[in-house]
């Protein structure tokens, strides 16, 4: 089967357009909620994105909403507006399988405090999506649950969806519900938006809240948030969080990477960068030279000691089991954590907390707002192609390694029509005023893209 761009239903409507029409009663949740569950009826035996459809649950949940915005009670702009789940978040009495087979015995005993808070926001959760297993790895394979399949592309039903929250990225990307949950320890949100051209938001840790959310990493873990649109993300989250406060930086100066620190980038991917820095100049940013405190590949070694020890430690009990069902390059890289000593994963953590200071004084120095670069370095391959040992070359890991916020954009497409992401780097706690930077940023990489409004708003 063929998977093309006409394959997908079409666009939802901006979900504050959404929020309005349910308002006005143009709409209602039940007929947003029927309608997600057509489209996942219909379009997901090819893309794969979701492990579990929860319909009589969701109808039930939108019936109220219905009810409660009848009566006056509105909850705010996710009030009776359906969502999906990556499926490490517990909802009562349903299984968390962390993309494991191993966990299929594993029925939540309560609501995550995500959940509890969409909830609280009036947002209708139609079901779970696939993940890579134990959320550790960013091509999106998954050996024993399924592999989401990417909606992007020309004609192919090949290419990665990106990881580890990768049937959250292709249920939006495919259309098939208007916003999603996922998480994000060294890129697992960004990357699969890169790879499928949606919007990517990894806030400030804690900034959503992880408790009844199966961990990978304590310490780099965070809860994002997967959407169509930059202005998506950001009424979503601000629903979540509460609106910023007057003192949200309204700065326009980027911070920029030398090219050898982005090396090697493939040809499209390099282009695409150049032309996105460009329009944001053209644009009114002021883009400064950056460096990080390090190269962006020496990241790679203490994320690595911080994200794979922790992540041992959490599944470890299954490594002993010889024909336990883990994927091949999950298996051998937890069992490579063993051999980190404490002494590497404390001097790991020294490093981190020593970056972070380094990152913050140079953002502080050169009065910036956010850091511009590419998500990853080439755009999505063909399964056929990956090398499931080998991890895609992405420049996310500073991110979760120095604490920070990050968003992935859509910035362009290669000649086969593959997206490729531009990622903005904010401070820590800094989420409302990346959001609003990005805003301003995807109107100038595409403002074609962009109804008026959003653009006046932005």
Known sequence: MTIAHQTRPPAFAPMAELSRALRTGETSSVILT??????????????????????????????????????GHDRGPLHGIPLALKDLVDIQGKPTTAGSPLLSANIAQQDAAIVRRIADAGGVIVGKTHMVQFALG?????????????????????????????????????????????????????????????????????????EGVYALSETLDSVGLIASSVQDARLCFEALVGAPGSGADA????????????????????????????????????????????????????????????????????????DAPMDPSVRSRLLAARATTAVQYLQ????????????????????????????????????????????????????????????????????????????????????HALLGVAAEAAAALHPSRIPPQEMRNA
């Open 348 to 431: 790991a953590q020294a490093i981190a907390s020593r970056w972070q200071q380094e990152f913050a004084g140079e953002m502080d120095r050169l009065g910036l707002s956010a850091i511009a670069m590419p998500v990853t370095a080439m755009a999505a391959p063909c399964l056929e192609e990956v090398d499931h040992d080998v991890a895609p070359v992405h420049f996310t890991r500073p991110v979760n390694l120095l604490a920070l916020c990050g968003i992935s954009l859509p910035a362009g497409e290669d000649d086969d029509a593959r997206p490729i992401g531009l990622q903005l780097v904010g401070r820590a706690g800094g989420d």
């Open 251 to 322: 700065r326009r100066r980027i911070g920029v990477l030398e090219a050898d620190e982005l090396a090697p980038l493939a040809p499209a991917v390099a282009r695409c960068h150049a032309q996105s820095l460009q329009r944001l100049e053209q644009a009114g940013f002021n883009l400064v030279p950056f460096r990080f405190p390090a190269s962006l590949a020496a990241f790679k070694e203490p994320t690595n000691a911080i994200m794979i020890a922790e992540g041992a430690w959490v599944n470890d009990r299954f490594l002993d089991e010889p």
């Open 34 to 71: 029927r309608e997600c569950l057509r489209r996942i009826a219909a379009h997901d035996t090819v893309f794969k994105s979701f492990l579990a459809v929860y319909e009589e649950e969701a109808l039930a949940a939108a019936a109220r909403a219905d009810e409660e915005l009848r009566a």
């Open 138 to 210: 960013a091509w999106g394979t998954n050996t024993h649950m399924d592999t989401p399949r990417n909606p992007a592309g020309r004609a192919t039903d090949t290419l990665v969806a990106g990881g580890s929250s990768s049937g959250s990225a292709v249920a939006v990307a495919a259309h098939l519900v208007p916003w999603a949950i996922g998480s994000d320890t060294g890129g697992s949100v960004r990357v699969p938006a890169a790879f499928c051209g949606i919007v990517g938001f990894k806030p400030t840790i804690d900034a959503l809240p992880r």
